[in-house]
């Protein structure tokens, strides 16, 4: 049996850390490394996540020293902005090392490979720095990439994620008293995930985010202006041609609820409907922010940039 690839994770305490610790413990060609948390220094990882087996301990390692211990990849699972020390760091020590950010920082950095492989597997593989897509971004390009072609103005996507998508520092956005019986609109301009999907599909955006009760789960519902009238059956069969060999990406008549995103590794998208007059489409995804939205896209990556198949240690 060869040796399997060592992957470095730094920000190993938060959410989506969580979610990756699990899918590398179950992954056949992965092994955790070192988990970087400076919270919970020197407690076991099994505390948080039983699935490692490794007897991994959370370590406080600073950028120079987390550069300095052996791993084919490093993932950046640490908050807007935290991402720049560390990468600089790996790129003046390990400088063929592979890194995976999870944050903001490099996603409109043309020096990195984007990485959404349902819109683009062949820039992944073998590629040494892969920025992940946000959560939301990879839900409204999913819709909307289909239609791109056909737009007649500017969608209008209405977005609610539940709070772990907040992150864990305190905030309004994330204390389930704040949130109880309650929606929160936030950012209801300029968010960044509209400006990432903005971007990276060239075209122009306007999203409305909100966060509710539940600790996970997301959707989009985009209402999408056409150049030229559609009927119900013609939209979905778009969609149908555009994701049908497409392993996580579900399609169905009925939109999806929250529901149906919470705990799935990829996206269900449905609801396919039309204006009177056609020329206004309808469509909704559901995903987990926390899986296809952060984590699993991660292990997609990986295994892309390492060669391996993309969907090995995702099993749903």
Partial sequence: MSEPFLVGLIGARGHAGRELIRLIAGHPELMLAYAVSREWAGRAVAEIAPEDQDECIFEALGPDEAARRRADVVILAVPDGAAKPYVDALERDAPHRIIIDLSADYRFDDAWVYGLPELGRDPIRGAARIANPGCYATAMQLVLAPLVDRLGGVPAVFGVSGY???GTKPSPRNDPE???DN???YALTGHKH???????LGVRIRFMPHVHSAFRGL???AHIPLKEPLTASALAEIFEKTYSSEPLVTLRNAPPELKDGAGRFGVMIGGFDVSEDGKNAVVVAAEDNLLKGAAVQAIQNVNLALGLKELTGIVQ
């Fill in 219 to 221: 959707i989009v519902t």
């Fill in 183 to 185: 929606l929160m609109p």
């Fill in 194 to 200: 509209e400006r990432e999907a903005a971007h990276h």
């Fill in 178 to 180: 704040l949130l109880k």
């Fill in 164 to 166: 772990s998508g907040a």
